[in-house]
């Protein structure tokens, strides 16, 4: 008869005693009574007589049937036994105390290196230009001359420039001294106290010259008739109207010694001194003076009058100073320019020639684009922020950024207010990371890691994330009291992809299971095993 052998149970966590359950002796009885069962069948075969009494043995093909069968029925108690004792273990599970620590969170995404400086160079000059044998691509330091003109039409230039702001000056100028003469002039009349005034002196020149030519209209009867009294005593030795001419002046008739008639002499006297009088009258002289005067007063204000419409108004005065101001911002902005390109013009910032239309020797006209070259000293990452990260995401937080291989230090700089449906038709924000310190090895346009510092805290308890399980109440961790696992709430701060900050639930020191939360349940008997760690 085969028996089995009992062995003693594991300490539980509950009793720590060694006891034999009544179902594990049960078991064995059962399994020990088949065994005996199947002994004494074998042995009641083990021999056979034959008809004529004579022992022969039998073959042993019945006993190894029966070793096979006991091993089975064995290794059946064996499995049995084991499950039983399996069913009533705790489960052993890893634990770990809380502590406290520093927990960063850091967004990755990637986007495309661009420049955050761009110029394109436009001619401002009308001459032939060289491109110093440069194309698309070429890379260029600051202060390298990019293109140039030719010298001898930069020298016409400059010059008819001077020539034009020299005469703008001159006919300013001159236009203000007119002015200036016109004002004098004036003294403060207005012209229509001028011309009132010129219509008095038209009116008192005409009096006067009427009482001159009656003046002198009574004299040149006197002389007529003076002058044909002498033609009658010139023929007649004897006027017939003499008493009529002169009955005041010569009464009575005489004759010189030469037998002259007295008279003829009178009568040339008086033609004498009319005709004096015509030219010599006081009268009429003071009254050609007061003529004079009148003329030149009269002269003065048509003066005066021509120069009130020759003085300049206020609109004209403002006129005359813009179009002199344009001209010379005009003339001294292209004077300058000339000058600026004289030896080349020179790039202001380090980069790379993205674009180029001119054509070595060709004439460009002023505002002709020559070239554009985005700066490679002031660079940044294009990025496009999903909906999870935006709110994690902020202006002035610290980004490493890879670019080709090559770590940056970067930072976000700005978010865009507005979003926008990328290629895959996912709303986006588009932003943009400064590299603060960019270098040659910069390549425009290839691709960037960028790792965001998007928030960070220390000092506080960190837990990692596999040890934190969720349910429909929310997120826990399992504890250990009396041996059975109990769910404690806590609640998350700050986490990562492998940790998370607690912010409530947890305590430094206090022990949590750190075994797969998904394969535990609350209530179960367990034991502490730490050893595999």
């Known amino acids: 008869m085969y ?36 002994a004494n069948e074998v042995a009641d075969t083990t021999t056979d007589f034959s008809s ?3 022992y022969k043995p ?27 004792k399996t069913s009533n273990a705790p489960t052993p599970v890893t634990t770990q105390n809380v502590t406290k620590g520093d927990i960063e969170v850091i967004v990755s995404i990637s986007g495309n290196v661009a420049s955050d400086e761009i110029k394109t160079y ?29 010298e001898a039409e930069l020298e016409k230039s400059k010059k008819k420039a001077e020539l034009s702001l020299q005469q703008a000056n001159g006919s300013y100028n001159g236009s203000l001294e007119k002015n200036k003469k016109a004002t004098d002039v004036l003294e403060g009349n207005s012209i229509h106290d001028i011309n009132n005034r010129l219509d008095e002196i038209t009116h008192q020149i005409d009096d006067i010259n009427n009482k001159i030519t009656e003046k002198t209209s009574r004299m040149n009867q006197t ?23 002169l009955k005041n002046d010569a009464p009575n008739e005489r004759r010189t010694e030469d037998g002259e008639s007295q008279m003829a002499l009178e009568i040339a006297d008086a033609i004498s001194d009319v005709q004096y009088a015509l030219q010599n009258d006081p009268e009429i002289r003071e009254w050609n003076k007061q ?11 048509s003066e005066q009058a021509s120069a009130e ?44 020639i993205t674009e180029l239309t001119a054509t070595e020797g060709a004439t460009v006209a002023p505002g002709t684009k020559v070239m554009t070259i985005e700066s490679t000293d002031d660079v940044r990452v294009d990025i496009q922020i999903s909906k999870s990260d935006l709110s994690k995401i902020k202006t002035g937080q610290k980004v490493d950024v890879t670019v080709n291989g090559k770590a940056y230090e970067g930072e976000v700089k700005q978010i865009s207010g507005t979003a926008r449906n990328n290629a895959s038709g996912v709303p986006v ?44 109440e929310g997120d826990f961790v399992f504890e250990i009291e009396n041996g059975e696992l109990v769910r404690k709430g806590v609640t998350l701060g700050l986490s990562t992809t492998t940790e998370a900050e607690i912010t409530e639930g947890l305590n430094e020191g206090d022990i949590i299971v750190t075994t797969d939360p998904t394969t535990l349940t609350a209530g179960t008997r367990v034991v502490e095993n730490n050893s595999a760690e």
């Open 3 to 38: 028996l089995l052998s009992w062995k003693k149970r594991e300490k539980s966590g509950d009793a720590g005693e060694n006891v034999i359950e009544k179902s594990d002796v049960a078991v064995a009885e059962k399994t020990n009574e088949v065994a005996a069962e199947k």
């Open 52 to 54: 004529d009494l004579t």
């Open 58 to 84: 039998k073959k042993k093909k019945g006993y190894i049937k029966f070793i096979v069968l006991a091993l089975v029925v064995a290794l059946i108690a064996f499995i049995v036994y084991s499950n039983i």
């Open 122 to 150: 436009f001619a401002k000059l009308s001459a032939p230009i060289g491109i110093n044998g440069l194309s698309e691509g070429d890379r260029v330091n600051k202060g390298d001359v990019i293109y140039s003109y030719d």
């Open 223 to 245: 002389l007529t008739d003076l002058q044909k009294v002498s033609q009658d005593v010139d023929q007649n030795r004897v006027s017939d109207g003499y008493d009529a001419a």
């Open 291 to 301: 003529i004079t005067a009148l003329n030149e007063e009269k002269a003065d204000l």
């Open 309 to 352: 419409m020759s003085a300049l108004t206020s609109g004209e005065k403002s006129s005359l100073a813009a179009q002199r101001e344009l001209t010379e911002l005009e003339s001294t902005s292209a004077i300058a320019d000339i000058e600026e390109a004289v030896g080349g013009i020179k790039a202001d910032f380090s980069g790379v």
């Open 429 to 472: 924000v588009d932003a943009k990371i400064k590299i603060n310190n960019p270098d040659s090895d910069i390549i425009l346009g290839v691709e960037a890691g960028n790792k965001i510092h998007t928030d960070k805290a220390t000092g506080v308890i960190v837990v990692p994330y596999e040890y934190i399980g969720t349910d429909s």
